[in-house]
């Protein structure tokens, strides 16, 4: 189906750390920034007749951002408008479960009635039992963070606060049992939509193939999904559709300003936009955790090979002789992931190997002076051999919590001199202190502490990212693009992944 021109127009448990409540005002002494929630017909009043697309959100915010995205998708390939529920935004975030369960849990993820909880834990007293968990979670609207004006033009959204059936039936005016077609899901990649009848796209990880025709045929008003999350589970392999997925993930940006303003801060005194190594080293949680070292050296022999000269024994030196350890899992932890990682069978035996440019462009990139523009100083050089590198200055955005100590990152910073992170800018993240959930006094900074991070590290002339992380790959396809004025791509029309026959 052709897509319409653009129109006018849980979370937390009792073994999660507490998010205290704010107070009356920030600790950097400035007025809270609140969170503004739009009413949920402010940008669009449906009409007579109008159907609708609504999904349940879960897990963390990059895989919500996902769901939305193939949210977006099919809205806008049925010609419904998208009821689009809140980012939820907790630790640890409420896993994927089967429809009914989900829509369950959803349900009793609610602060109705602990309107007195703010108010004790201002306080300071012991928070009563049924407050236990309310400053673990909040939920946001997704137009806190992405600016909708150009989206909209293409999709007719509704903000919806409220999950269940009962508000879809009031607020849309439906009275008949079959105004709601719900497609449950019964395992956490129930089925992939294709939007090209001649695709021999496999299914991959997806169960069931559902075709696009088989979508517009349903005439209920309201077509209800479980989970929509999965890269590429809504196919796009028309060009109509590859341009409109390349549209959405341009739009879905972070614009908040105070986000914008701190991360544009932080890159000046980098030298600039294009003017550094952007890295992002996901190590904290799950399998990275398991393969927290092997990560790190792909990505470190990633920087050796582009921007040094060293030879295989200095790299080993460097490495303090322990790439063979580094190359292994940590088998300290036992982790059970929903989605599928790439197998590391052929990589964890891998020799120090190094591969550089011709000497031509390696030049370009070796000197023993800082680049001009780089206002913060860098650390003073291990020997004359990494003098020469201090042109490259890197940035790393990680979810370590002392990345300067943390003996993973040594090899990094032991070889480059200009290396930077973000508690080196700690001066410039007190607007981020502010920005809170007023009605519940729940500050947003630790979540919105990540998202700066990698803004700043996607403005950088090259990006590096943890392989298997959907925070890296939202990095890599679409802020860094976007930021140094790049294309944003997508899965290739007729191309080996998504053949059209």
Same mark, same amino acid.
């Given at each position: 189906?052709?897509?319409?021109? @653009?129109?006018?127009?849980a979370?937390?448990?009792?073994?999660?750390?507490?998010?205290?409540?704010s107070?009356?005002?920030?600790?950097s002494s400035?007025?809270?920034?609140p969170?503004?929630y739009?009413?949920?017909?402010?940008?669009h009043?449906?009409?007579?007749?109008e159907?609708?697309?609504?999904?349940?959100?879960?897990?963390?915010?990059?895989?919500?951002?996902?769901?939305?995205?193939?949210?977006l998708?099919?809205?806008?390939? !049925?010609?419904?408008?998208?009821? #689009?529920? @809140?980012?939820?935004l907790?630790?640890?975030?409420?896993?994927?479960?089967? $429809?009914?369960?989900?829509?369950?849990?959803?349900?009793?993820?609610?602060?109705?009635?602990?309107?007195?909880?703010?108010?004790?834990?201002?306080?300071?007293e012991?928070?009563?039992?049924?407050?236990?968990?309310?400053f673990?979670?909040t939920?946001v609207?997704?137009?806190?963070?992405?600016?909708f004006?150009?989206?909209?033009?293409?999709?007719?959204?509704?903000?919806?606060?409220? !999950?269940?059936e009962?508000?879809?039936?009031?607020?849309?005016?439906? %009275?008949?049992?079959?105004?709601i077609?719900?497609m449950?899901d019964?395992?956490?990649y129930?089925?992939?939509?294709?939007d090209? @009848?001649?695709?021999?796209?496999?299914?991959?990880? $997806?169960v069931?193939?559902?075709?696009?025709?088989s979508?517009?045929?349903?005439?209920a008003p309201?077509?209800?999904f479980?989970?929509?999350?999965?890269? /590429?589970?809504?196919?796009?392999?028309?060009?109509?559709?590859?341009?409109?997925?390349k549209?959405?993930?341009?739009?879905?940006? $972070?614009?908040?300003?105070?986000l914008t303003?701190?991360?544009?801060?932080?890159?000046?005194?980098?030298?600039?936009?294009?003017?550094?190594?952007?890295?992002?080293?996901?190590?904290?949680?799950?399998?990275?955790?398991?393969?927290?070292s092997?990560?790190i050296?792909?990505?470190?022999?990633?920087?050796v090979?582009? *921007?040094?000269?060293l030879?295989?024994d200095q790299?080993? /030196?460097?490495?303090?002789?322990?790439?063979?350890?580094? %190359?292994?899992?940590?088998?300290?932890?036992?982790?059970?992931? #929903?989605?599928?990682?790439?197998?590391?069978?052929e990589?964890?035996?891998?020799?120090?190997?190094?591969?550089?440019p011709?000497?031509?462009?390696?030049?370009?990139?070796? =000197?023993?002076?800082?680049?001009?523009g780089?206002?913060?100083?860098c650390?003073?050089?291990?020997?004359?051999?990494? %003098?020469? *590198?201090?042109?490259?200055v890197i940035?790393?955005?990680?979810?370590?919590?002392?990345p300067r100590?943390?003996p993973?990152?040594?090899?990094?910073?032991a070889? *480059? @001199?200009?290396v930077?992170?973000?508690?080196?800018f700690?001066?410039e993240?007190?607007?981020?202190?502010?920005?809170?959930?007023?009605?519940?006094?729940?500050k947003?900074?630790?979540?919105?502490i990540?998202?700066?991070?990698?803004?700043?590290?996607?403005?950088?002339?090259? $990006?590096i990212?943890?392989?298997?992380?959907?925070?890296?790959t939202?990095?890599?396809?679409?802020?860094?693009?976007v930021y140094?004025?790049?294309?944003?791509?997508?899965? =290739?029309?007729?191309?080996?992944?998504?053949k059209?026959?």
């Amino acid at each position: 189906m052709a897509v319409s021109q @653009p129109a006018s127009s849980a979370l937390g448990t009792t073994n999660a750390p507490i998010i205290r409540p704010s107070g009356n005002a920030s600790a950097s002494s400035g007025h809270p920034i609140p969170v503004i929630y739009p009413d949920p017909f402010a940008h669009h009043r449906p009409a007579p007749g109008e159907k609708f697309i609504a999904y349940l959100p879960h897990s963390g915010f990059h895989n919500q951002r996902i769901e939305l995205e193939n949210a977006l998708l099919l809205a806008a390939y !049925l010609n419904r408008t998208l009821l #689009l529920p @809140p980012v939820f935004l907790g630790n640890p975030a409420m896993p994927w479960l089967r $429809f009914d369960k989900m829509y369950e849990r959803l349900l009793l993820q609610t602060k109705r009635g602990l309107s007195h909880c703010p108010s004790i834990g201002a306080a300071g007293e012991p928070l009563p039992a049924e407050c236990l968990n309310y400053f673990r979670w909040t939920h946001v609207p997704w137009s806190f963070f992405y600016d909708f004006s150009v989206i909209e033009q293409y999709v007719r959204i509704v903000f919806r606060d409220d !999950l269940s059936e009962e508000w879809i039936r009031e607020s849309l005016d439906l %009275r008949d049992d079959k105004d709601i077609m719900y497609m449950k899901d019964m395992s956490p990649y129930e089925f992939r939509v294709y939007d090209h @009848p001649n695709s021999s796209t496999p299914l991959a990880k $997806f169960v069931n193939r559902i075709e696009l025709a088989s979508l517009e045929a349903i005439d209920a008003p309201v077509l209800h999904f479980g989970s929509v999350f999965g890269t /590429y589970r809504v196919l796009a392999q028309t060009e109509e559709h590859a341009a409109l997925l390349k549209e959405f993930r341009s739009q879905m940006i $972070f614009k908040h300003p105070v986000l914008t303003d701190t991360a544009a801060r932080v890159v000046k005194q980098l030298g600039g936009v294009d003017r550094f190594v952007g890295l992002h080293i996901r190590v904290g949680d799950g399998l990275f955790k398991v393969r927290a070292s092997i990560h790190i050296d792909d990505i470190y022999h990633k920087l050796v090979d582009a *921007f040094t000269d060293l030879t295989t024994d200095q790299v080993a /030196y460097y490495e303090e002789y322990r790439h063979d350890e580094d %190359r292994k899992e940590n088998e300290d932890y036992e982790v059970r992931q #929903l989605r599928e990682f790439s197998k590391l069978s052929e990589q964890l035996d891998k020799p120090i190997e190094v591969n550089h440019p011709p000497a031509a462009q390696l030049a370009h990139v070796l =000197g023993d002076t800082p680049p001009p523009g780089l206002t913060r100083s860098c650390q003073i050089p291990r020997d004359d051999t990494t %003098r020469r *590198f201090q042109r490259t200055v890197i940035y790393i955005a990680t979810d370590t919590p002392s990345p300067r100590t943390n003996p993973l990152l040594r090899k990094i910073f032991a070889t *480059f @001199p200009c290396v930077f992170v973000l508690s080196d800018f700690n001066d410039e993240l007190e607007d981020l202190k502010n920005i809170q959930v007023v009605e519940e006094k729940v500050k947003l900074e630790s979540y919105l502490i990540p998202m700066v991070d990698a803004m700043i590290a996607a403005q950088g002339h090259t $990006f590096i990212g943890t392989a298997d992380s959907t925070f890296s790959t939202y990095i890599e396809r679409q802020l860094h693009p976007v930021y140094t004025h790049r294309e944003v791509k997508v899965m =290739g029309v007729g191309s080996r992944k998504t053949k059209i026959t």
